[in-house]
């Protein structure tokens, strides 16, 4: 019908954009992973060295287990919501449907950066709201200082994650238990199978594949998150919510040491290449 | 089904509603209330209400400009995506070629490429090609980081239409450009809508690109904007939510608007 | 948008002076002077450039602003990719310089100093701005840290300003019991604690300790050091600080000192503005006593940023430059600076600032601050290289956090140290 030439043509665009602006600086940056750098200036080859280095750069195993940590955390909290929420909903109204679907997936359109003041200033240990309505109904002991502790900063960071995701778990879960057999949840219904039952039984395996996309998606995500931290925290208090992405941020713009801020990189897509192929080759074998 | 497990269920819808419109009320409230008031008592409704916040920030703070600024990137984004991703889509869907599962995997990858990986190599290509500070040098690499999704988008609509169409219009001799865009794009119309709605939304929530390409102040757009505000305007929480509330609600409203349209671009290949 | 007006007028300029010999010379200069807000000093800047325009020998000056949060990194960049502003207004000082002068990226300016003088820029300056026995850029903003504390408060309670280590503790006690935050301190921005801490190093272990470690063989883990990181962390033991003050931004806890609810904030010069205007109280000022035996009082004393000229900037751009900087630092101009620019000048001294009607609280401050010259001591932030300064902000944050003890944090700055100095990276006068 077409030719190959055809094809490339049609192609070409798209291509000339993705190369020029995302496969080159790949490449680029694995290139300067290998060199030594002073103050954004090349002074060397420096062979595997800034990957040497990763081995005893503390701040770089602990941002690595923070974005492990966001990982489980989201798997855990906005993805299971998501899927209980949309079994609920789906036995609504389609007005209800529709309101609360679009009510939950709101934060979702909020930029990240938004997100993160708004939460930053609801958290905010003497200004805050969340303090202040504590205080206000008699809960005072239960105030705290939030971001701004070792102990609580990343899971009350991921608190503002998971209110941008949920929705965004609810609208893809809903669209699949649509498109699910209704005769199935019918025929339980006649041997009075009870709700939890159901879900259990044919909407949780049912779903296993939008469970899977959903994990996949939000395990990149959360190795690739960096505007809610900065805007934040900027990893603080301390290296609590240090994550991948801030580490090479600093370590770029700040340090200027663009060679191990390279190989950072390196590591980075590393992983989150791993992560999508492994995730792929179980899509695939469904 | 009894009425127990049902109100159990209804509480958890509304305990979840509560969560995503909470802050946005507060958010609401604090930009429709005077400095002097804000801390007399934030969860109060304010009254009167008081425009003086949307005004400083749009006037002084250069807000005005902020937005028309991420109104003119987040619209070049789309159109230039519009312009190239359905052409490849359309290519990797109904046209065998060599090399076309490689190039296709190659795209593939380009979705989980993570911005502040290839920041560290973009910046000095756009430096040396004189794109540092302009907003075309945000505008290129940001519809080149949004192509794989939209791409793969893409491919998932094409591959709907119908094979006979295509090759009846190839038959009455019209070149191929032209079959698909007599054939192709008015059957994939509500795909290009989602597409188009969904990259103008990544596109305004971007934030590190501009962050780093921009240094003048009347190029930087909102979400930019409403980073530096924290530093600038120190306390000045009305102000900010005002702020906030201009970087967000245009997303909010076009997303009410135009929900099945962003339902089916973002569960497009989710729910296969 | 600045910058394409600019342009035009550089254009219009060479049109009109009809092509005058050096009017195609401009000269791209980066500064971090904001334009808008009312202790802004961009105005200012615009002013100098207008009325120093003879000096420029008809050439032009090409001003782009940077925030002053990002010219740190965008000039790093711009340092990169071979495109270095030729006169850049810059900070920190010191050890950042070091960085750009060892790269080769900056002209050395000792022939200009011959030159023209420029008295004001002493010995310790001099040092502070040299690289390799090289002076690599002229600094002009004069910074000192103090104590802002509310009058009409300390009146209303009774209480004195003090003269001891032993009788601040007790006032900051006192102010607790009264429910009153004794000191305002947010440290979520990352830097303010560095400012603070600085102060506590040179007040505990004196300005010579301080040298043996910066320019000397003596490591971080020395119990000089020791002493000033358990004083701080005793601070925020003691409630000195408001609660969660490591999720508290920098404004912020000027907010919260302007609004009555915390007595004292320490913090530096470049703020003088905004809390004499924020202040509905009786503001006053006092520096912070010693906190050990035997060392001599002073306080933390840094240039708050510096010219500096591009190597890669041809010879009429330099001259040029350098004539204009001399234009900028003249005795007239500190007058401009400091009236409409509200900026102190180094070599401004507090009968001048009397002289030119500064604000009382300026005169107060200054006048105390430059009266211990000898014993001021050095402001991290221009002192360690900035992989150190990395280091630095989160080990502070948990140091005072009570995060980590004062020893973990010693041992983690010593191995940022040596890692730097055996990268080539310290920074010595």
């Known amino acids: 019908m077409f030719t190959t030439r055809v094809a490339y043509l049609f192609l070409l665009p798209a291509l000339l954009l993705y190369g020029a602006f995302v496969l080159v600086p790949v490449g680029q940056v694995v290139a300067f992973s290998f060199f030594a750098w002073d103050n954004g200036v090349a002074t060397g080859f420096a062979g595997l060295d800034n990957f040497v280095r990763l081995a005893g750069d503390d701040v770089f195993w602990a941002a690595l287990g923070h974005n492990v940590i966001w990982v489980v955390l989201t798997l855990v909290f906005p993805l299971t919501a998501g899927l209980v929420l949309a079994a609920i909903l789906a036995e609504r109204s389609a007005r209800t449907i529709r309101w609360l679907g679009a009510i939950y997936f709101i934060p979702r359109t909020i930029p990240l950066v938004v997100a993160g003041i708004i939460w930053g200033w609801i958290y905010n240990p003497i200004f805050g709201l969340l303090n202040y309505a504590l205080e206000a109904v008699g809960l005072g002991g239960l105030a705290g200082a939030w971001l701004a502790d070792q102990d609580s900063a990343l899971i009350s960071l991921n608190v503002v994650g998971a209110w941008t995701f949920f929705g965004f778990c609810v609208v893809i879960y809903l669209a699949a238990i649509q498109s699910i057999d209704p005769s199935l949840y019918e025929a339980a219904d006649i041997d009075g199978a009870k709700w939890r039952h159901k879900f259990r039984h044919i909407t949780v395996p049912l779903l296993r594949g939008t469970t899977l996309f959903l994990g996949l998606y939000a395990s990149i995500e959360a190795m690739r998150f960096f505007d809610l931290v900065w805007v934040t925290t900027q990893g603080g208090p301390g290296y609590a919510t240090e994550v991948l992405t801030t580490h090479v941020y600093k370590t770029f713009f700040l340090v200027g040491d663009f060679g191990y801020a390279a190989a950072l990189s390196v590591v980075l897509l590393a992983i989150v290449l791993t992560i999508s192929a492994l995730a792929f080759s179980l899509l695939r074998a469904r | ?272 | 948008m600045r910058h394409r007006l600019s342009i035009a007028a550089a254009i219009a300029t060479a049109v009109a002076a009809g092509g005058a010999a050096h009017a195609e010379t401009v000269i791209t200069q980066w500064d971090q002077f904001a334009q808008s807000g009312i202790t802004a000093a961009g105005p200012a800047m615009d002013e100098l450039i207008a009325t120093c325009k003879p000096a420029l020998g008809g050439a032009t000056v090409l001003r782009t602003i940077a925030p002053s949060i990002g010219i740190r990194e965008s000039y790093r960049l711009a340092v990169s990719a071979g495109k270095t502003p030729d006169l850049a207004y810059t900070w920190p000082a010191a050890s950042v310089l070091a960085g750009y002068a060892r790269i080769g990226a900056l002209a050395p300016l000792d022939a200009y100093y011959a030159q023209y003088g420029w008295p004001q820029v002493n010995e310790f300056y001099k040092g502070r701005n040299s690289y390799g026995g090289e002076i690599f850029a002229v600094p002009m903003e004069q910074d000192l840290m103090g104590v802002y504390y509310n009058r009409d408060l300390f009146n209303e309670k009774g209480l004195a300003v003090p003269t001891t280590y032993e009788e601040f503790l007790a006032l900051a006690e006192t102010l607790k019991d009264e429910g009153i935050v004794p000191v305002s301190f947010g440290n979520r921005d990352r830097w303010p604690a560095t400012n603070t801490f600085s102060l506590i190093l040179g007040l505990t272990a004196g300005l010579e300790a301080e040298q043996d470690v910066f320019f000397g063989d003596t490591p971080w883990t020395n119990p000089a050091f020791r002493a000033a990181a358990e004083n701080f962390q005793d601070w925020a033991e003691r409630g000195l600080f408001p609660r969660g003050f490591n999720g508290i931004g920098y404004d912020e806890a000027n907010a919260l000192f302007l609004s009555g609810r915390a007595a004292m904030t320490i913090t530096g010069t470049w703020v003088l503005q905004d809390m004499i205007r924020g202040a509905e109280f009786d503001l006053g000022v006092f520096m912070l006593p010693p906190m050990a035996d035997g060392v001599p009082s002073g306080t933390m004393w840094g240039e708050g940023s510096q010219w500096q000229l591009s190597a890669t900037a041809s010879d009429d751009v330099k001259d040029a430059a350098a004539a204009y900087l001399d234009c900028l630092l003249s005795d007239a101009s500190r007058e401009v600076w400091v009236t409409k620019g509200h900026t102190v000048t180094i070599g401004t001294t507090p009968e001048e600032l009397s002289a030119w009607g500064a604000d009382p609280v300026v005169q107060e401050f200054f006048g105390a601050g430059l009266a211990t010259a000898g014993t001021n001591f050095y402001d991290l932030h221009t002192t360690l290289p900035e992989s150190v300064t990395q280091v630095l902000y989160p080990e502070l944050q948990r140091l005072v956090g009570g995060d980590a003890t004062a020893d973990e944090f010693l041992e983690a700055m010593q191995a940022a140290w040596q890692a730097a100095i055996d990268n080539g990276e310290r920074w010595i006068p």
């Open chain 2, 1 to 272: 089904m009894n009425r127990r497990p049902r109100i159990v269920q209804s509480a958890i819808l509304a305990v979840f509603a509560v969560y995503a419109l909470a802050p946005i009320y507060l958010v609401v409230l604090a930009s429709m209330r005077s400095e002097a008031d804000l801390f007399s008592g934030p969860l109060a409704l304010p009254w009167p209400l008081d425009p003086t916040n949307f005004l400083r920030v749009w006037i002084e703070g250069g807000f005005s400009g902020f937005f028309v600024n991420s109104l003119i990137i987040s619209s070049s984004v789309t159109v230039i995506i519009l312009l190239t991703a359905p052409l490849a889509g359309f290519a990797f869907a109904k046209i065998r070629f060599a090399w076309r599962e490689p190039l296709f995997a190659l795209f593939l990858a380009g979705m989980v490429v993570p911005a502040p990986s290839v920041i560290v190599a973009l910046y000095g290509n756009l430096q040396a090609f004189g794109l540092i500070d302009r907003q075309i040098g945000v505008i290129l690499p940001q519809a080149a980081i949004l192509m794989p999704f939209s791409v793969f988008m893409m491919r998932t609509v094409m591959q709907d239409i119908p094979d006979e169409l295509i090759e009846a219009s190839v038959m009455d001799g019209a070149n191929p450009f032209l079959s698909f865009l007599a054939v192709a794009v008015p059957i994939a119309r509500p795909g290009l809508m989602s597409l188009a709605l969904i990259v103008f939304l990544f596109s305004w929530q971007e934030y590190l690109l501009p962050l780093v390409v921009l240094q003048t102040d009347a190029l930087k757009p909102l979400t930019v904007g409403a980073a530096n505000l924290q530093g600038r305007y120190g306390i000045d929480y009305g102000g900010i939510a005002a702020a906030g509330l201009i970087a967000f609600a245009p997303l909010v409203v076009l997303f009410l608007f135009m929900q099945r349209s962003f339902v089916r671009g973002l569960s497009a290949g989710a729910v296969k």
